[in-house]
Structure formats: structure tokens, C-alpha cells
């Protein structure tokens, strides 16, 4: 056992080694600069000695394999440096969105997973039925639909035309809630990202739990157990939809290890301040720090998703442990 | 042109009638103060300070809310003393004698003086920032011999002293930035402290700002007592915001195609009026074929800028002036035209000898290289890439190949301006580009977008050459006289028009909607539009 877990440190450290340094090299070969968000428009109007100032105050002059050291000393200390765009922690600027994005995606998951769940069981159990077909063309339908599009009806919908819910953001701007009716504003602003992200969402895990529990259905235990005269409820439920959920938590988990990326389509529609949000403009101003740290920091949650999913699975599934 | 000022209307209730018999019995108080106004910008812009603010426009804007400047720009673009009383020029055009207002001060109450506006330039030479560090310059040096006098030695006269440098530095609080001394410290530096009408009250990281009126402002109680600035990253959120009543007004100025549609809505105003940013068709001079005149003149003629406007803008732009400057710009040379057509354009070309040698419909040059050319447009600018698939179109009807890139901005910057550095040279054929409304308004403007030296015309992205318009642009940058610098400006605009190193294609207008409900009193700067300190505070008298 203890072997085993060696084995699997040294592969997830190298995993991660791996990741942190392609985080360093991928965003410095897009190329342009971030010297536009460093200096600001006028950057134009600067000498040559002033544009090498800035740049040198932000470590950008030096050669790549220096600042890669840097870089890797700075994550030893548990430092992911400074915004070259806003000049704050990265550290500080991601842990002000992981909240948000933890709450839109973590929630959203969990929903779609349940609803994902059921739909599926109840279409597997009528195969070839009304109720399957149905929904095996509503479930195709919604997989398709691009996300960014469904947030726009929604916000044509529901916010500019209903005026049921708020066309953006995260809370009221300078409103100066507290307690309760803070919550209820941030649930209020949470809803339409929240239905957009879990009906894009759901598809996923209906598809996976209708054919999971096809294959299950199919198989002779099923057939015993029928003929042992469990009742049809003690079938789906205790027979066949338990065993059929492995595949389900599998994908559950790995989502899982993706939450804290965020959703950068819905975010974005949405002016959501997430993690999602937070790379894209990231991207667009060469923000390396920042890119690197979002980057980081994804990378370790899903690493550490997998770690969780390996250490689960034994107890999902005993055939897992009686194989080893 | 100027938003009409209508009183606000009260609305009924107990606070209203306060407020109206507050009205009555004092008839000459100032109109009420409105409650809270929700302006939603583009992006996130720092602490809103000197160092951290990000863009030109609104960042700058809205960072004078907090910081003053000596002077500020007037719906005209022509600068009013703001925090000056009165100014001195030499005859010689190098020493300024500024006397400040008595009575300023901080938002923490300490006095503003002098050593305030010595302190900030010479802040301005030593920590680098982009807009302030190049102003100091032509500084000879600051000094103060008095806590209200403020003398500037200039090393040469500068036309843009006035509105670049006294109506663009914030002055900074000494006894606050003293201890900042790095660059990486200041633009991580969060303190707000200035001497502007507004205070920063809130700061919530990329969703908004909440900003509230400093009753003890010099100039008078700010017009709103409250203002929020929500960051909406998206234009049609935006405007859909706009339309639902979740925000007040909004600092992009409305897409075309809105137009009709805001005028018609109840409750929202469209102020539309002349903008000074440019989309125009630049050409890499040094390019071996596009070096030619003759050919930068035949494209010119082929592309109908009156229908781009129509096509593209629905009307909503002015067709582009030769000369580069908007024909609302003070320094508009009202002579230079330019007509195109595609017979010109044919006639032009056959003559120059550019013929099609090869029978494959794209013309070949004396020495048969074909007119064959890349052209760049940005990303996420759909007017822009319809543009460049409208002057394809019209170019291949005259026997020039052009290819399209669309890249994003960095991209784009990287072959057009790399490093942000003309004197590092370029990379491309042609671009759909586009310089902001600032850059119309500066005196300077001709030289920093022509002068062949790179250190001069530090946006010279084409890499244009011209003895005659170099030896103008030197004349113009020591010209203080505004009728001397408007006659020079005319003769670089002709010579311009000749030359044509850009195409300007169009001038986008400057169109802006608001909740005329929730405020009503937005002053218009010309080229700009409302978001400027005089919608919110009436300039000093």
C-alpha cells in the first residue's frame, strides 16, 4: 500500500512539474506583449529607456530560463507574484473570484449531476419508449447548444424583457446590502448563470447515466433479481441504478477538479467575476503572472481531484479493492 | 454641441418636497443635488489613481474625478485653469508663473500647495508612467517660491504645454506618494487620497466602484452625490442594461445599428455629436511597392468612403478628411479633399505602369512583382472586418489582390507597432487601424503621426518620410501661438492629402444614450462624449 502511494506521489509530482512549466511557456509564445497593459495607451509616447524601465521592473527583461527560476522559487514560497496588469497579488486577485466561481460551477455540477442522474435512470428504464426517445432529442438538443447563445436568451428573456432577474453581474452595484438581504441579492444575481451553466450541464451526465444503466440493465444480476421477485423499485433503485453510478461519479469527479477554472463563456456573458473571466482577460493583456497562477492553480485542484477519485474508488466499488 | 440641461425632475414624496421648497426658499442655491447615478464602464481600472488606472478613455476621465489637474479640458478641448487662478507666460514662451487657487485641499483635509505641483512632476520624471513621464521632458524644472506660486521652465516653448502637460497631470499629494518610490510600488499603491470632487468609497475588484461627492470641493458641491460605476465587459449586455434600467448611461458611445432603436425608447436620451477617433486604412510606406505614391493614391480612389459610411456606420461617421484631422478639430485645413473613383483609380494605375501582364486579373508592377497585399484587422471589431472585406472587394475590381488576417490586438500590435516602439520598425502590408479621440486634440497631433524621426513622431506606425513635413513639425511643436500652429497645421494637412501615407476612412460619431430620469445634466465634450468632470461639477469660476 504504502508503495503504492510512493509510486503515485512521484507521478503526480511530475505531472505537476510538467503542467507548471508548460503554464510558463504556453502564454509567452503568443505572441505581442504585455507592455500595452504595463504602460497603459500611451505607451507610444514613451522613450526607449522609459519602455526598458517598466519592463525591467517587472523582471520581463531578463532571459527566459531566469525568470522561469524565478517563477519556480516564487511557487516554492508559495508566491505567484504580481499582476503585471493591475500590479496586485496574483494570489490576492484569485482568491477575490475563486468564491464566485466555486459557487456558480461547484452548485451548478452538483445540480446538473442530479438532474443528469434521474432524467437518465427514468429514460434508460423506458427504453425505446416516448419518454427515452424524447429526451435522448432533447438531451442531443442542449448538448449542442452553445452556451454563450443560451445565456443571451436568457438574458433577452428573463432580464431585459420579463425584468425577473438582473442583466449582470454578481451583486448590485454599490447597493450596501448586508447579511440576508446581501445573500438574497447574490442568489438573485446567481440564478440565470446558474440555469444557463446547469442546463448546458445536464446532458452531459443524462447521457452517461442512460447508457450506464442500459449496460447494467443487460446484465444477468438484473434478471436474478427479478426473478427472485424484487419488486421493480428495488430493482431500479437498489439493482440497477447504484451499480450503474460509477461512471457517473468518475465523470463527477473529474468535473470536480475543473470547478475552480470556471466557466469562461457564461462568465464572461454574464459579467461573472470568476476565475473564467479572470483568464480571459488575462489573455488578452499578456498577463503572464496571472495566467501562470489561475494556471497553477487549476492544475493542483485537478490533481488533487484525481488523487480524491483514486482514493474513492476502492470504496465505490469493491472490485476495485478485491482486485488488488 | 451640448446635452441640454433641463432641471431634474423631483420626483413626489416627502424627500422631493425637501428638496423642492429647499428650491423655493433659497433661489439662488444651485439646482439639487442628484441622488445616485449608475455609469457603466468597460473594464476595471485600478484603485482609480495616477498609477493604477488603465485606460486613456474613460480611466483618465474618471481618475480626475479624484485628482485634479492644473487645467481641464472644456467641452471644446480647449483648456480652463481648474486649479489655477492665474498664469504667466514669458515672452519667450519657456517660463510659466501659475498662481493656484487659495483654500484647496485634500480629500484628508492638509492644504494643496505648490510643493504639491512641484513634487508631482518631478514624481512624474523619476517613476515612470506612460502619461506622465513624457511630459516632464521639455522640464527645465519646477519651482516654488511661494505655497501658491507654481513657476515651469521649459528647455524649449511646447504647443501642447497647456492641454498635454498642465491639463493632463494629476497633481499628486506629496505627503502620500513621498514614501512611494518604485514603479512597481506605485502601480500597486492603493491609497485615493486627491483633492477632486469625488472620493473613492468602494472599490470591488473587476464589478464595480462606488464613488461619493466631496461636499468641500473648492468649485462647489458636486452635481451627484453618489456615483457607481459598474465594469460591463460585454457592449450588448451593456446596452441591454442601459434599456432595463439597471444602469444610467454608459461610457461607450452606442453601435449604429442601436441608434433608432434608443431614440425611440421611453425614458432614454441619445446625445450624438462629432467623435474624434479615426478608422483608417494605414499603409506600411516602406513597404517596396506601397513606397510609391502613385499606387497609395489609386487604392485611396478605389475605396468609396461615402458608402462605408452609409454601409458600415448607417450614416453614423464622418467620411474621413485627407489630412488626417476631423474637419470639427480647431487645426482642420478646410481645403483638403479628396474624391475617389474607380475610373481615377484605373487611370492611376495604368499610368504609374502597373499593368495586368499575366492575364490573372492582379496587376504587375515594371519589374513584375504582382500588387498583391495582406491586409490586418482586429479581431472583435466587426465594422472594421467588414470594412476590410469591402475594400478587398473594391480592390480586386481595380487589379489588386488583397488578403484579409484577422488577428486580435496583441497580435495586431505586434506586427504593426512592435513593442509599442516605431523606431523597432513593421511588419505588415496594410491595416483597418484606428488612433482614439485624444490623439485628434493634440496640437501635436500631425507631427506625432508624420515626423519621420521616431523619437517625434512616436506613432508613426507606416514609417512615413518627408523633409517638408519634418521641418513643419518642428516648427509646430515650439509654436505657442494658436494662430501660428493652426496655419502650420494647415501645410502639413496639404502635403498629407498628397501624399496620403494613411487613408482615413471614416469618423466614427460620438453617440451616447442615458437615462435622461436619473440625470439629465451630462456636458458634452466635443469629440469625447459625457464622461468628463464637467458633467459633474460646473468648471471654477
Redesign the interface.
Known sequence: MARFFAGKGVQYALVLLFAVTLNFLLPRL????P???L??????????A??A??TE??GLDRPLWRQYGIYLAGLARGDLG?SV????PVAE?IL??VGWTLMLVGISLVLATLMGVAWGTAAAWRRGRPLDVGSLGAAMLLHSTPSFWLG?IF??VF??GM?LF??????T??A?LHGWAQAANVAWHLALPLATLTLITIPDMFLIMRYSMLGVLGEQYIATARSKGVGERGVMFRHAMRNALLPVSTVFMLNLGYIVSGATVIE????Y?GIG??LF?AV?A?DYPVLQGSFFVITVSVIAANIAADLLYPLLDPRVRYAR | MEVAKTVKRVRVGWLGMVVLLAMVLSPTHTRAQTGAVRLAITRDEGWLNPYTYQTGFPGWNLMTLVYDTLFYPDANNEPIPWLVRDTRVSADGRTWTLTLRPNLRWHDGRPLTSADVKFTFEYAAKVTHSRWTPTTRNLDGVDAPSPQTVVFRLKQPDAGFRLRTLADVPVLPKHIWEPVTTVAAARAFRNTVGSGPYRVEEVQDNQFYRLTANSEYFAGTPKVRELVLPIIRDATVTFTALQAGQVDATSRTLTPELVAQFEKAPGIKVARGAGFASTILQFNVEHPQLRDVRLRRAIASAINTNLLVRLLMLGYAVVGSPGYLHPDSPFYAPGVKFEASKARAVSLLNEAGYRDRNGDGIREGPDGTPLQFTLLTLAGNPIRIRGAELIRTWLRDVGIGVTIRVAEDAAIIDQVWPDFDVCKGRRFDMAVFGWSAPVMSRPTALVDLFHSSCQLGTINIGGYKNAEIDRLGQQLIVTVDPASQKRIAAQMQQIIAQELPVHVLFYPDTIMAYRAGAYDRWAFQKGQGYVTKLSFVDAPK
Not at chain 1, 30 to 33: K, R, T, V
Request: a positive charge; proline letters at 7%; charged letters at 15%.
Open positions: 503568443m505572441p505581442g506583449s507592455l500595452v497593459f504602460a497603459g495607451e500611451d505607451v507610444g509616447f514613451m522613450t526607449a522609459q519602455r524601465q517598466l521592473a517587472f504580481h496588469q493591475q500590479g496586485r486577485i477575490g473570484r443571451m438574458i433577452a432580464a431585459a425584468r438582473p442583466v449582470f453581474g454578481a451583486m452595484p454599490g450596501g464572461t456573458v454574464f459579467s467575476p473571466r479572470l482577460e488578452l499578456r
